[in-house]
């Protein structure tokens, strides 16, 4: 096979991939949000049945909200007990915990009640949210983290998220950013 052919194979099985990838790519979220502007609001339903949470209701706390891939699964199921476990902390520091992911306001009652959460678990179910945050993968959420400061203001974002020192993590650096005032 000469340099030509070889080249135009090349070319033909790069034009096949990205056939192939593009549409899960248009999928998937956008550019993560930038700080220090006004995070994007959202309203969604809660797993209370309660009606729905918007992140406006928490203008004057702190908020962070944590987008996860599915409820029941190992690393969601570490990530949200890491939370409930540090949950007496967040409170004391005037912030309020969300879990947003794509699933519905009934798995997330069952997660709640299995797992014994005592914070809001927000769906997502067509993705809009996370994408309005960079955060969804075509059908779930992807791991990332957002404090949100009492003014709406975007303060934070963690991305690349180890579910198990996650909690600590977002802890310090609230402790960091309330500090800095």
């Not at 593009?22 to 009606?51: C, I, V, Y």
């Not at 992140?55 to 199921?77: E, M, N």
């Not at 967040?90 to 912030?95: H, I, Q």
Request: net charge negative; with cysteine; glycine share 8%.
């Amino acid at each position: 096979m000469n340099r030509r052919s070889l080249f135009a194979l090349c070319f033909s099985c790069c034009l096949a991939l990205l056939a192939l990838v593009a549409p899960l790519a248009l999928a998937m979220g956008g550019k993560l949000p930038p700080l220090n502007e006004p995070a994007p609001e959202f309203s969604l339903p809660t797993h209370t049945g309660d009606g729905q949470i918007s992140l406006s209701d928490y203008r004057g706390q702190w908020v962070v909200a944590y987008f996860y891939p599915k409820d029941f699964t190992s690393g969601c199921t570490i990530e949200a007990k890491k939370f409930q476990q540090d949950l007496p902390k967040y409170r004391d520091r005037g912030t309020q915990i969300l879990g947003i992911s794509a699933d519905d306001v009934d798995s997330h009652a069952e997660f709640c009640d299995s797992e014994g959460l005592k914070f809001p678990l927000l769906a997502d179910t067509t993705g809009a949210t996370s994408k309005a945050y960079g955060s969804w993968m075509g059908v779930v959420s992807s791991r990332h983290t957002f404090i949100v400061d009492p003014k709406g203001i975007l303060k934070a974002i963690f991305t690349g998220v180890n579910p198990i020192v996650h909690s600590r993590e977002v802890l310090s650096k609230l402790e960091e950013l309330q500090k800095e005032g």
